[in-house]
T-cell receptor, first 109, second 113 residues
């Protein structure tokens, strides 16, 4: 059974701090995606990672993919309140997306 | 146009009603998806259409019936739903090719009474 696990599930952090969200998956895949979801809203695409070693950065967020370890990370630098949301990773297996459990991030002023 | 649209935004229906959800994209994408998302949970894949043909049905009850009339349009027909079917229903589309990145619509918030 495919498992896509994120940790932590809940994250409360102060503005200005750094933190990393982890996404582990249990089967081979070299495609992984990160999405953001605000309460009551749809999913917004953040990063598309298509190969081992891929690293993408946008603003205060940076995502990486290690396909050998079956691990992706989403690093937050100098958090601001606007980053408060739920973050999902999604693993692409034969073009079907399997979503991680989600990480609910709250940034405290 | 880089948008996936969904109608209606909100829907309240009784267990004996028949209703339909609509999804539309004009990005030339050839794959379209229906997901169900319960509160505080990740989206769960329901159906996948590829080149207007149903390619994946994730063991969804028959009270949900998908339809893809053309490459830009995807419908989800609902009949005899149960209260536990209340959820956010998300449509997505993808180009195919190298990335298969999925673009999500705003969703339909469904409440079954």
């Amino acid at each position: 059974e495919l498992k896509v696990e994120q940790n932590p599930l809940f994250l409360s952090m102060q503005e200005g701090k750094n933190y990393t969200i982890y996404c582990n998956y249990s089967t081979t895949s070299d495609r992984l995606y990160w999405y953001r979801q605000d309460p009551g809203k749809s999913l917004e695409s953040l990063f598309v990672l298509l190969s081992n070693g891929a690293v993408k950065q946008e603003g205060r967020l940076m995502a990486s993919l290690d396909t050998k370890a079956r691990l992706s990370t989403l690093h937050i630098t100098a958090a601001v309140h606007d980053l408060s949301a739920t973050y999902f990773c999604a693993v692409d297996i034969l073009h079907q997306f399997y979503f991680g459990t989600g990480t609910s991030l709250t940034v405290i002023p | 146009d880089t948008e996936v649209t969904q109608t209606p935004k909100h829907l309240v229906m009784g267990m004996t009603n028949k209703k339909s959800l609509k999804c539309e994209q004009h990005m030339g994408h050839r794959a379209m998806y229906w997901y169900k998302q319960k509160a505080k949970k990740p989206p769960e894949l329901m159906f996948v259409y590829s080149y207007e043909k149903l390619s994946i049905n994730e063991s969804v009850p028959s009270r949900f019936s998908p339809e893809c009339p053309n490459s830009s349009l995807l419908n989800l027909h609902l009949h005899a739903l149960q209260p536990e079917d209340s959820a956010l229903y998300l449509c997505a589309s993808s180009e195919g090719g190298s990335s298969y990145e999925q673009y999500f619509g705003p969703g339909t918030r469904l409440t079954v009474t």
